[in-house]
C-alpha cells in the first residue's frame, strides 16, 4: 500500500486513496510534470508476482488507451517502478453509479435512459475498436459533478479472467451473461446484457437475481425468468422495460447485437415514451460454448447440466435438496412430489411386484452370447429375425408382466379415486373419520382405516414491502400463496399504490392458504388548503404548519399587496392536498423597484430642493451648511448625488446649503479633510445592488455620503469625499448600507486614505 507523499517514476506524487477492488487500488495522485491530477490504479501484490498475469494486463491496458470517448475513462500509460504496477488515468471527481443508485434510489425515467445511452456510447466506441468490457456493472461506472458518466477498466477484465483469480476478485456476479456464467465464448453482446441488468438496477433500484453465492446466483441468470421491472414499478415506461427485457435475453441472438442498434431505440423511447419496440426476434438455436475451469464455474457447470437432464415436467428453477426423511425440501417455492412406493403398495393392498419368496434363484441377465452383434452401417438398429424372447430369463419376463399389470391397477385406482371424489361418493361416515395434517409437500392420500392425511403446502414468506400492490400480488401468488388480502390505508410516508405493510416477516414458513395482509397506500390523507392571503408571513405559515403542511417561500412584486404580506399560495385556498404535503407561500415584496434620474438641486433655495426631490420620488437627505463666496446664503452649493444619475425610487439625496461668504473677523481657524480612496465589493450576491456609502466622523454621525451600484465582484468604486469646516483634525470611517437599511460594511474591502489642509 502507497502512502501520501511518495513518488513513482520520480513523477506522480501519492495524494490519498480514493477506491479499492479485487485487484487494485486506486489513488489520486499528481503528475508533477504535466501539473495536473491523475488517477493511478496499483495491481494488488497477488497479481504482480503472477508475471503471466502481469503481461496480459499490460497488454490489455495499452489496448485500452487507444479509446478516446467522452464516456470513458482515458488511459495515459501503463507503466512500472520498482515492482509496482500501475495504470496512470483520467481523475474523475464523483462517484459510482453504484453509489449513485445507493444514494438516489431508483432513478427518474429521464435520466435512467440518458445513463443508459452515455454507457451503450462507451460501448460502441469500444466495440467498434475490437475491444470487450466483460465486467460491465453499476461498480465500474463513474458519475462525475456534471451528472456525466465515465466507463472504466476496459479490457482489464479479459486479463483477469485469462488468469486464475477469486470470485471476489472478478467483481460481482450479478450483472454476468449466461455464456460468462457457463463459461462459453463471450462478444459485444455480452457487454449487452450486463447493461440490461444494469438498466434493470437503474430503474428498479435492485438487481434482477439474489442468492446465497455466486454459484446459485451465476445459475439464476442460466436458467431463471426475471421479474419484469413494471412488475415491481408500473411507472416505468413500457417500451424502456421492452429495451432492456431483449437486452436481458438469455441466447445471445436474441439481443441487441450491436451497442448502435441499442442506443437506436434508447434514442427512440426518449423522443417518444409511448412507442412501441419489438421485444426480441424468433428463437435461434444456440451455438457452441466451452467451459470454465474454475472451481465456482465448475459448479455453476454441473448444476445447469442436471437442470437440462431432468425431464420437462420436472423442470426446477433450483435443484431439490435430499434431508434425512427421504424426503425433498421445497427450494424456492418448488414443492417436490417424492415416490413413495412403499407407501404406496401399503394403501392400495398390493404385493410388492420385487418380493419373489417363492423364486431362490438370483436374478441372472440373459446372455450376452443371445444378442446378435449389431453392425455399423444404416440398418444398425435392427436385430437378428431369429432371436427368441422365450430365451429371456424367467425371472425378468415374470418382473416385466407384473410391473405391467402393477401400473394398470395404480392408474385405475388413481382415476377411480379422483373421480370419486368430485362426485362425492366418498362422502359417506365423515363424522366418524379423524384428519391429520401433516406439512409436507405429497398430495392428499386416503386409505380403508378412516384416517384422511391431508398434506399441506407450507412456503417461505417473501418481503414485499416497499413493492407496488401488482408487483407483491405477483410475487406471492408466485411463491404459492394462495389467500393474499389487500388492505387500502393512508399512508403520508409512501407514495400511492406502494406496500407499506406486511402481516407475515420475511422468512417465515406458511401454509399456502394462510391469510397473508399486505397494506397498500392510498397516500396521505387530504386535507383543505386554509386562506391566509393578506396574511403577515410569519402568521400564514403558523396556520399552515398546525392545519399539517410543510411550507416553503417564494416572493413576488406586487402594487396591491403590502410587502410582506401573502400574496397567494401554490396550490390555492379551498383545494384539497395531502397532510403534510408541500404548500408554497408567494409573499410579496412591495411594489416593483423603479429607477428616476435625480435632478440638479445647485441654486435652489432649501425648500426648492426639497420640493423637487418629492416630485421625482426622492427623499430629502442630509442638509449641510458651509460658508460660500460664489453662493449667496440660503441657496445649495453642491449635493452629494450629481445630477442625471438613475437612482431608485426613494433614494436620499443630501445637499449643501450657503451660509454666504466668511467675514474675516469671525472667521476661526478650521481644517478640510481630504478622503481619498476606493471600496470593492467581494460578495456575488450583491451585484447589481445599490449601496450607500456613509462618511461617519469620530461622533458616530454620518457627515457625507454617495451611492454606489455593484456591477461586478472584485471591481473597486471611488469614495473619495471632502469634509470642510473642521475644528480639529477628527478621523473619519467608511460605512456601507444596504438598501434595506443593513450595515454590510464587512463584505467590502477598504483602500481609504485621509489627509488635512488647514484653512
Not at 641 to 653: D, R, W, Y
Amino acid at each position: 500500500m502507497l502512502k501520501p507523499g511518495m513518488i513513482l517514476c520520480d513523477r506522480y506524487e501519492v495524494l490519498e486513496v480514493v477506491g479499492a477492488g479485487g485487484m487494485s487500488i486506486v489513488y489520486k495522485t499528481k503528475d508533477h510534470r504535466l501539473n495536473r491530477n491523475v488517477a493511478i490504479k496499483m495491481l494488488k501484490p497477488e497479481f504482480v508476482n503472477d508475471k503471466n498475469f502481469v503481461t496480459k494486463f499490460r497488454i490489455e491496458a495499452q489496448a485500452s488507451a487507444g479509446l478516446t470517448h467522452p464516456n470513458i475513462v482515458n488511459v495515459y500509460d501503463v507503466t512500472e517502478d520498482d515492482g509496482i504496477y500501475f495504470i496512470v488515468m483520467e481523475l474523475v471527481e464523483g462517484i459510482t453509479l453504484k453509489e449513485y443508485i445507493t444514494e438516489n434510489g431508483r432513478l427518474p425515467m429521464d435520466k435512467a435512459i440518458d445513463f443508459s445511452i452515455q454507457i451503450a456510447s462507451a460501448l460502441e466506441t469500444a466495440h467498434e475498436n475490437h475491444i470487450i468490457h466483460r465486467d460491465i456493472k453499476p461498480q465500474n461506472i463513474l458519475v462525475n459533478k456534471n451528472g456525466n458518466l465515465k466507463v472504466t477498466d476496459f479490457g482489464i477484465a479479459k486479463a483477469a479472467s485469462a488468469n486464475t483469480l477469486t470470485s471476489g476478485a472478478m467483481g460481482s456476479v450479478h450483472y454476468i451473461s449466461p455464456e460468462q456464467a457457463r463459461g462459453g465464448y463471450c462478444d459485444e453482446r455480452s457487454d449487452i446484457y450486463s447493461l440490461g441488468i444494469t438498466m434493470y438496477e437503474m430503474v428498479t433500484g435492485r438487481v434482477p437475481y439474489e442468492g446465497d453465492n455466486n454459484v446459485s446466483v451465476a445459475l439464476m441468470h442460466i436458467q431463471n425468468e426475471m421479474i419484469s421491472p413494471r412488475d415491481y414499478y408500473p411507472d416505468i415506461y413500457a417500451s424502456f422495460e421492452k429495451i432492456i427485457l431483449k437486452a436481458t435475453q438469455k441466447k445471445p441472438e436474441r439481443r441487441y447485437l450491436t451497442a448502435s442498434a441499442l442506443i437506436a431505440d434508447l434514442r427512440r423511447v426518449q423522443n417518444n415514451p409511448n412507442i412501441d419496440i419489438v421485444l426480441a426476434p424468433s428463437a435461434i438455436t444456440n451455438g457452441n460454448t466451452q467451459e470454465w475451469s474454475k472451481e465456482e464455474i465448475e459448479a455453476v457447470r454441473n448444476a445447469s447440466h442436471n437442470v437440462q437432464q431432468r425431464p420437462v415436467d420436472t423442470y426446477m428453477s433450483n435443484p431439490p435438496i435430499q434431508n434425512e426423511m427421504g424426503e425433498m425440501k421445497p427450494v424456492q417455492g418448488i414443492s417436490p412430489i417424492p415416490v413413495n412406493s412403499q407407501r404406496i403398495n401399503q394403501l392400495l393392498e398390493v404385493e410388492d411386484p420385487w418380493d419373489y419368496e417363492d423364486e431362490e434363484e438370483d436374478y441372472t441377465p440373459a446372455p450376452r452370447g443371445k444378442l446378435k452383434k449389431v453392425q455399423d452401417d444404416d440398418d444398425d438398429d435392427e436385430y437378428d429375425d431369429d432371436y427368441d424372447d422365450s430365451e429371456l430369463d424367467p425371472n425378468l419376463k415374470k418382473a416385466v408382466v407384473i410391473g405391467a399389470v402393477l401400473t394398470a391397477v395404480i392408474l385405475a385406482m388413481i382415476v377411480l379415486f379422483v373421480l370419486g371424489k368430485v362426485m362425492g361418493w366418498f362422502n359417506f361416515g365423515d363424522r366418524n373419520k379423524t384428519t391429520t395434517t401433516i406439512t409436507t409437500a405429497a398430495p392428499v392420500e386416503n386409505d380403508d382405516t378412516g384416517i384422511s392425511v391431508e398434506v399441506v403446502n407450507e412456503y417461505e414468506m417473501q418481503d414485499v414491502v416497499g413493492l407496488s400492490e401488482a408487483a407483491a400480488q405477483k410475487i406471492l401468488s408466485d411463491k404459492g400463496f394462495t389467500n393474499v388480502v389487500t388492505q387500502v390505508e393512508n399512508n403520508s410516508e409512501v407514495q400511492e399504490g406502494y406496500v407499506f405493510y406486511q402481516s407475515a416477516n420475511k422468512g417465515d414458513m406458511l401454509r399456502a392458504d394462510a391469510e397473508i395482509v399486505i397494506k397498500v397506500s392510498a397516500g396521505a390523507v387530504e386535507i383543505q388548503v386554509p386562506d391566509v392571503v393578506d396574511y403577515e408571513d410569519q402568521r400564514a405559515v403558523t396556520i399552515l404548519q398546525e392545519t399539517g403542511f410543510t411550507v416553503t417561500h417564494s416572493f413576488e412584486n406586487s402594487e396591491t399587496v403590502e410587502k410582506d404580506k401573502v400574496i397567494r399560495t401554490e396550490p390555492e385556498a379551498g383545494n384539497m392536498a395531502p397532510e403534510g404535503s408541500k404548500i408554497i407561500l408567494v409573499v410579496s415584496n412591495g411594489s416593483a423597484e423603479k429607477n428616476v434620474e435625480v435632478p440638479n438641486l445647485t441654486g435652489y433655495t432649501q425648500a426648492q430642493a426639497e420640493n423637487t426631490l418629492a416630485s421625482k420620488k426622492l427623499a430629502t437627505g442630509t442638509i449641510s451648511h458651509e460658508n460660500s463666496d460664489n453662493v449667496a446664503e440660503g441657496y445649495v452649493i453642491r449635493q452629494n448625488t450629481a445630477s442625471g444619475t438613475e437612482v431608485p425610487e426613494g433614494t436620499a439625496i443630501d445637499f449643501v446649503i450657503s451660509d454666504g461668504p466668511v467675514t474675516t473677523e469671525e472667521v476661526p481657524a478650521t481644517y478640510t479633510a481630504n478622503i481619498k480612496g476606493t471600496v470593492t465589493c467581494n460578495n456575488e450576491e450583491f451585484i447589481n445592488q445599490t449601496f450607500t456609502v456613509q462618511v461617519i466622523n469620530s461622533e458616530g454621525v454620518a457627515v457625507a455620503q454617495s451611492q454606489i451600484t455593484v456591477a461586478a465582484a472584485g471591481q473597486p468604486y471611488d469614495v473619495s469625499n471632502t469634509i470642510a469646516d473642521l475644528q480639529s483634525q477628527e478621523s473619519f470611517t467608511i460605512n456601507i448600507i444596504a438598501s434595506d437599511g443593513s450595515n454590510v460594511t464587512s463584505s467590502f474591502s477598504q483602500n481609504v486614505s485621509t489627509t488635512y489642509s488647514e484653512n
